[in-house]
Structure formats: C-alpha cells, structure tokens
C-alpha cells in the first residue's frame, strides 16, 4: 500500500516523494532510561500520548514514519546540558550509528554539542561525521545558558565550516523541564547575526521556529543567505501567519520540515501542513527539497517512496 501522499510527481498522482523530517528524537526504551522527568514535561505540558511515553523501538518508529509518508528522518544524539545535574543527559552517539547501520535508508545523524566539553568535543564531532556519516550537528542553548554567539559555540561552528555541515540550535523560549532547574532563554534569533556575520560559511538553522521571536528569526533568515529556519516543535495549526506567508513566498527556499518527534506525531504534523494549503512548489521545497539541498543529501530527487 502506498504512503501518504504529501508531494507527488507532475502528471503521476499516485507517486509519493518522500517526506524528510530533520528534527527527530531517538525515542527507545535504552535512550529513555538515561531521559530524567520525561512522564513529567513531555506527557504533560508537550502531550506526548502514554503509548510513545514509555518508548519506541527504532522498527516501531520506521512503521509511523511510513505511516504518515515519511521517507527519512535525521535522529538526534542531543546533548541536553552538560552533566552536572540530574535534569542533564547526553545520548550516545552509538545509539544513533546503531540506528544508522540497521536503516541506512531511513535514517541520518546529527550530532549533539555541548559547548564545556571544548575540544574534547570538537574532536567526537569530528569523528561522528567522518567515522559514521553523521551530516550535521545540534545543540540547546537554552540547556547550558550560552546564547549562540557565546565564546564557547565559536570552535564547534569552525569545525562545522571545515566539515561542511549545517548546525541546528533551538531559537525561541525555553520552557521549564524541571522545576528545581530553570533555565533562561537565551535563544533569541538576533543572535544568530553575530555567528552569521563571524561564519558567513557556516551554515545556520534556527529550529523550533523562534516562537515567541518568529519576525526576529525571520529577520535573520532574510538578511543572511547562511541562516535558515527548521519548523518544527509547533503544530502547523499554531503557526504565526507571517511565518506560513513567509514559507509560502518569498521564504520558500529557507525553510525546512521537521517534527522534534516526539513533541509532534508524524502523521498529524503533516495533515495539519496539508490543512495549510501551501502553494505546490512551497510545500515541496519545505518537506523535502530544501533538507537535500541545505544538507546536500545524495538522494534522487524525484525518487519513488512506497511503503
């Protein structure tokens, strides 16, 4: 049975273009035992159902993903806060590889940065790319209370620059993950223009959308060729109308598609992205061309996905 179908082939209504989700979290059981107050704030203020709750397998989660005609998505080995506190994790990056090798159609890697380890971690990023294929990095600043154009982020971007991959950041608030840790938000997208200025090479994704700041971030994506916006974590629905505007026009080659799984289901994600009824060309770059081009994915194009 075919996917979904949320892109298709001029003149073949049957065919599905795969979707490409580039925010995703590894969700199975071995990532969620190292996850403190998970049931707490991603079952409670997020939504996440109880039956993702206590954990996916990376099959299970290939099954949503065809589902709702997702072709690929890019797993996170995130580094949330350095670990100097019981709200803190880092995922392994082997638990990432591991997905990697057992579907390596699916799935990419993006590698997680944290900003105390200094060149220790310059170094695993490194190896994470050229090692095990990872094509990109991502971090929180929010997690380690250093907005993005803090010291400490500069050797992690030049290290992005000589590997040629982009590097995702959350832009926008920070919410409250533990009540006895609380954290600021540092995340402004203004500050994404002293990086884009400093790395004219690098390129930037703010994800998250930069809500409550979407003009901000909006602002930074227009001014600079190297800033880009990743949609995901904020139902479509919620969007502000300048940001679908912005998607739907003159924006359309800056944006990309994601989910930040599991804050948001694949399937209702997408639906709620067809409720939009975005130009064809506007909504075929946001779910699928633009993550190709900004990661130069070696993909076919206009390859066929069927379930």
């Known amino acids: 049975m075919n996917a979904p179908t949320h892109l298709t082939q001029p003149n073949k209504p049957a065919k599905t273009l795969g979707v490409i989700d580039a925010v995703v979290n590894i969700w199975t059981a071995e990532s969620?035992?190292?996850r403190p107050n998970r049931d707490a704030f991603f079952g409670g203020k997020m939504g996440v159902s109880q039956d993702i709750l206590k954990g996916i397998s990376i099959p299970q989660m290939v099954e949503r993903m065809d589902r709702a005609g997702v072709e690929r998505s890019f797993l996170i080995a995130a580094k949330v806060g350095p670990l100097l506190h019981?709200?803190?994790?880092?995922?392994?990056?082997?638990?990432?590889?591991?997905?990697?090798?057992?579907y390596p159609d699916r799935f990419y890697g993006l590698a997680?940065?944290?900003?105390?380890?200094?060149?220790?971690?310059?170094?695993?990023?490194?190896?994470?790319?050229?090692?095990?294929?990872?094509?990109?990095?991502?971090?929180?600043?929010?997690?380690?209370?250093?907005?993005?154009?803090h010291a400490k982020w500069y050797p992690f971007y030049a290290k992005c620059v000589e590997l040629d991959i982009p590097v995702q950041l959350q832009v926008g608030q920070s919410m409250i993950y533990d009540p006895a840790h609380r954290l600021r938000s540092v995340g402004r997208p203004i500050n994404l223009d002293a990086v884009a200025c400093d790395f004219p090479e690098l390129k930037l994704i703010g994800i998250h959308v930069g809500i409550?700041?979407?003009?901000?971030?909006?602002?930074?994506?227009?001014?600079?060729?190297?800033?880009?916006?990743?949609?995901?974590?904020?139902?479509?629905?919620?969007?502000?109308?300048?940001?679908v505007h912005y998607i739907n026009t003159f924006g359309q080659d800056k944006v990309i598609f994601g989910t930040?799984?599991?804050?948001?289901?694949?399937?209702k994600t997408l639906q709620q992205i067809d409720d939009l009824q975005l130009r064809p060309v506007s909504k075929q770059k946001l779910l699928r061309d633009n993550a190709i081009a900004i990661y130069k994915l070696n993909l076919e194009k206009l390859a066929d996905h069927d379930a």
């Open 32 to 34: 969620l035992a190292i």
């Open 86 to 102: 019981k709200s803190t994790y880092h995922i392994p990056y082997e638990m990432v590889v591991q997905a990697l090798h057992d």
């Open 112 to 149: 997680g940065l944290d900003p105390t380890e200094g060149m220790q971690g310059v170094r695993a990023l490194e190896r994470a790319v050229r090692d095990h294929g990872f094509i990109g990095a991502h971090f929180y600043p929010h997690w380690f209370e250093l907005a993005p154009d």
């Open 212 to 243: 409550p700041w979407t003009e901000e971030m909006i602002a930074m994506a227009w001014k600079h060729p190297n800033v880009y916006i990743g949609c995901d974590a904020h139902s479509p629905k919620y969007w502000p109308a300048s940001f």
């Open 260 to 267: 930040d799984f599991p804050i948001l289901d694949f399937q």
